[in-house]
């Protein structure tokens, strides 16, 4: 009797022996049928994640910013309160000294000078006066003599606008901007009655302050009586 034939099998192959059927049939993973699962994201998908991210990235920044604010809103306040005690002691050294007015001894380098009263009040001019905007830089500098650095302001333009002495500073080694003005409409903490001439305006120099509204912080320094006012909300 002959073998019985067996037909062959998709991707396989069958050999008849005498008495002995081989099936070489090859089998198949039954999932091979089954549709391949996608890789990757949707354009839904992509356009949620980028809006997720968005505002992670927005809020992010906004908390920074406000850190920033605080860190120089300390830096500033300490800085006042040293300010205060330099002026402080310079007075107390004035009375030691006998009341000198040109170059004070006992105190930094000697080149502070005081006004009738005992305050600093100028330095490379010699004239006892807060008068330009030289003489808070080196009110400043003398005072604070390992103190942040400071440079004065424009003495051709008003101290009172970040266009004149804010934004050209950014980029540099300064951190404060020195000067003063005749008047000073713009603070937000109580001031001497006018005029403000003798009153020495320290800008704190950040990019920051240069936007459109936003506060400049500023120590003010009235050399008529030594008192020193911080003003954290300023704005021009």
């Known amino acids: 009797m002959e ?27 039954p999932t091979n049928s089954l549709p391949r699962r996608r890789a990757g994201f949707t354009i839904v998908e992509l356009v949620v994640a980028i809006v997720v991210l968005g505002i992670l990235a927005a809020v ?13 809103n300390g830096k500033v306040t300490a800085l006042a309160g040293a300010l205060q005690s ?60 390992n103190g942040p650095r400071v440079i004065e302001a424009d003495p051709n333009k008003e101290i009172g606008t970040s266009v004149n ?30 005029p403000n001439a003798e009153i020495c305006q320290f800008i704190a120099l950040d990019h920051q302050s240069v936007q459109p509204g936003a506060p400049k912080p500023t120590i003010f320094y009235d050399s008529r009586t030594g008192a020193v006012f911080v003003d954290l909300d300023r704005v021009f």
Request: charged fraction near 25%; glycine fraction near 14%.
């Open 3 to 29: 073998p019985r034939q067996r037909r062959r099998q998709p991707g396989g192959f069958s050999v008849g022996i005498p008495g002995v059927l081989l099936d070489c049939s090859v089998m198949t993973d």
């Open 60 to 72: 992010g920044i906004s908390r920074f910013a406000h850190v920033d604010e605080e860190a120089v």
């Open 86 to 145: 330099a002026v402080t002691a310079f007075h107390a050294n004035w009375r030691i000294q006998g009341r000198p007015t040109v170059d004070v001894p006992g105190w930094g380098d000697g080149s502070l000078d005081a006004n009738a009263d005992g305050y600093p009040a100028s330095g490379r001019r010699d004239t006892g006066q807060v008068g330009r905007d030289q003489d808070c830089e080196d009110v400043f500098r003398g005072l604070l003599q």
């Open 165 to 194: 002495h804010i934004e050209p500073r950014l980029g540099g080694p300064f951190e404060f901007v020195a000067g003063q003005d005749p008047s000073i409409p713009d603070a937000t903490v109580p001031l001497p009655a006018t």
